[in-house]
């Protein structure tokens, strides 16, 4: 195994974080189209600590994982790339400017002059202003891939029939009868487990009476079969097919930022996605993470940060490893394994995953069997339906 971590630190981090504490919302079992809710004071609270966290781990000198060159007081913009989910109700978009709060504080460091002597200090105490790339699920599907995707469609379909998921809902049987008095009108079918546990889950965290009231195993049950099922549905056997599609869509940024991290013209340090649950369980299954760290399979908590690291090994070479925070309640970075190595080149990470990817609309498209929404209707599909289409006009 390569050690990835030198004395001279990181050349760069892709950082994918999920969004703080939320409101409920609700996905529909068979397509997982939704829109987003809005961040509460905890979730923003929640980012904000991850962003303090992740300063103290890239932006500290003394750090072992500091990244060479980085602005440490005043943000240089041109070092950073983030990007966020904006559907719905930001919560996403919103958490993203949490995190950053947290990385770059206010500084008093950003005060002027003025000619007749007087010293100002910008708002807030010197807030910073990071540019945060919003992205629209109508115009790109990257972030939220799985939405109007036909094929995953029929993905559901099949897992729904499947001999391991129907023995699963036999199991939850039982459980699915007793927590329904818990539910609130919410459908205590198993196919409707993500949202049976997410109700559960909202309500314990903000709903004193309801918390008070609840059995003390219901939630860590809800969530156990809602972990089955989210697992199943946004992750697949082969690397390639529909079901790891939140994170396929996601790998060209990831891997052409790495690559840029490498070039010496590149200013890029860190680049973050701000992001949903469901991109994490892909990944941790097309990189074999779960193979050796079963319990990350599953819905990562609030506020959960995938770091992957980018540093020169021995030998010169570019390196990537990954590491994982489940949330608040982890204080530091797990290593985490990806293809049985807790690290390895960035050739053999390229090579490994590159052939998974789907590399834009056009590719998603064709992926999806889509041929009108989400920007599709700009190519023309009709001469062959087994190739990708060609823009019309």
Request: include cysteine.
């Amino acid at each position: 195994m390569v050690n990835t971590t030198s004395a001279a630190g990181l050349l760069g981090v892709v950082l994918l974080a999920r969004h703080g504490d939320r409101l409920g919302y609700y996905q529909d079992p068979n397509t997982y189209n939704s829109v987003q809710s809005y961040i509460t004071p905890l979730g923003s609270v929640q980012e904000h600590q991850l962003g303090s966290f992740l300063r103290q781990t890239y932006l500290n000198p003394s750090s072992p994982s500091y990244i060479q060159g980085i602005n440490t007081d005043i943000v240089d913009v041109d070092q950073l790339f983030v990007r966020a989910d904006s559907g719905g109700g930001n919560v996403v978009l919103d958490s993203a400017y949490g995190l950053l709060q947290g990385l770059y504080p206010p500084t008093r460091s950003s005060a002027i002059t003025l000619a007749n002597g007087s010293t100002i200090t910008g708002p807030l105490g010197g807030y910073q202003y990071v540019p945060v790339d919003s992205v629209e699920m109508t115009q790109i599907p990257s972030l939220t891939s799985w939405m109007d995707c036909n094929y995953f469609i029929y993905h559901l379909d099949r897992l729904y029939k499947s001999a391991p998921y129907l023995q699963m809902a036999q199991n939850a049987a039982p459980f699915l009868s007793a927590v329904t008095p818990y539910l609130d009108g919410v459908s205590n079918n198993f196919t409707n487990m993500w949202n049976i546990y997410d109700h559960i889950n909202v309500q314990s965290i903000h709903n004193k009476t309801y918390y008070e009231a609840l059995p003390p195993t219901f939630l860590e049950q809800a969530r156990y079969y809602a972990n089955f099922v989210q697992s199943a549905v946004f992750s697949d056997s082969v690397s390639n097919s529909v079901g790891n599609i939140g994170i396929r869509t996601l790998l060209p940024e990831i891997i052409s930022s790495l690559g840029n991290m490498t070039e010496e013209s590149n200013k890029v340090k860190i680049a973050l996605t701000q992001l949903d649950y469901k991109p994490f369980i892909g990944l941790f299954n097309v990189t074999n993470a779960t193979i050796a760290d079963p319990d990350i399979a599953g819905i990562v908590d609030y506020a959960s940060v995938v770091a992957l690291e980018l540093s020169q090994n021995s030998a010169g070479q570019p390196s990537v490893s990954m590491k994982f925070k489940n949330g608040t309640d982890d204080k530091d970075f797990r290593q985490l394994t990806m293809f049985g190595n807790t690290s390895i080149l960035l050739n053999d990470f390229i090579a490994k995953l590159a052939w998974t990817t789907i590399n834009n609309t056009n590719e998603w498209c064709f992926s999806c069997n889509q041929t009108t929404l989400r920007g599709c209707s700009v190519y023309n599909f009709s001469n062959d339906p087994f190739i990708n289409g060609v823009t019309q006009g």
